[in-house]
């Protein structure tokens, strides 16, 4: 027996293994499934339940993190949700390895930060000193974020938890959304216009789109096909 056959598994959503549209420079993603808030107009409806995703472990996810890094350059790791700190556990593993690969970790959370503190659990408190950048609170879709680039509502805020990064200009650039056509599956990561929120919802359920179309978002979309 390995010690992977004793990891415990997370549940995961998604991953999508190198980004520009979840933070600073190229990144890797990982959205966890289920998530206890409910902010109205939420852009992951289906990963709220805490049933589904897939069962992985942080070990199968830190080798995919190494190929990405050296393969695509990735910077860093997105913890995103679905709720991170609902699954502070495998969070944390997810960070440590990330670290272990010199990458750095951003992590978007419902919570606020004083909500998480006030917790006094020693998995949120690990998640957080592991934390580079923490981007918090409920997504309010009444007050969309059309400034900082990566944030969905002016309700919350950009906590840089450490010094390895800071507000520079590409927090000031638009907002990105990524389109990835794969076989008959299309996923969307990235923060569209609001117009334009649920949008690929529907192609979700139906057949891809001709590639030659292109998404009705601003910013800057991206529409991949392999
Ligand atoms: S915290 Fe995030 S994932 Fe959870 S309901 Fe709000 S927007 Fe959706």
Redesign the pocket.
């Known amino acids: 027996m390995t010690d992977t056959d004793t990891e415990p598994a997370m549940p995961i959503a998604q991953v999508v293994r190198s980004t520009e549209a979840e933070g600073p420079g190229r990144r890797f993603a990982v959205w966890f499934q289920g998530?206890?808030?409910?902010?109205p107009?939420?852009?992951?409806?289906e990963?709220?339940p805490f049933t589904g995703g897939q069962p992985t472990t942080a070990t199968a996810l830190a080798l995919e993190m190494r190929v990405a890094r050296d393969e695509a350059g990735i910077e860093g790791i997105t913890l995103?949700?679905?709720?991170p700190f609902a699954h502070a556990s495998g969070a944390v593993a997810l960070a440590a390895a990330a670290q272990e690969l010199g990458l750095s970790v951003m992590v978007?959370?419902?919570?606020t930060l004083g909500q998480l503190r006030e917790r006094r659990d020693r998995a949120v408190e690990d998640l957080l000193a592991r934390t580079d950048i923490l981007v918090d609170g409920?997504?309010l879709r009444e007050q969309p974020d059309t400034e900082r680039r990566w944030v969905?509502s002016r309700n919350q805020v950009i906590h840089f938890l450490t010094d390895r990064y800071s507000l520079d200009d590409q927090w000031r650039q638009r907002n990105t959304l990524e389109i990835r056509v794969r076989g008959g599956e299309i996923t969307v990561n990235g923060f569209p216009a609001r117009d334009a929120v649920g949008l690929w919802k529907g192609w979700k359920r139906k057949k891809p789109p001709a590639l030659r179309s292109t998404p009705i978002v601003s910013g800057q979309p991206v529409l991949e096909s392999r």
């Not at 998530?35 to 902010?39: A, D, F, I, T």
């Not at 978007?108 to 919570?111: E, L, V």
Request: proline letters at 13%; one cysteine or more.
């Open positions: 998530c206890p808030l409910r902010c107009g939420c852009c992951n409806p990963f709220l995103l949700g679905g709720e978007f959370s419902g919570f409920p997504y969905g």
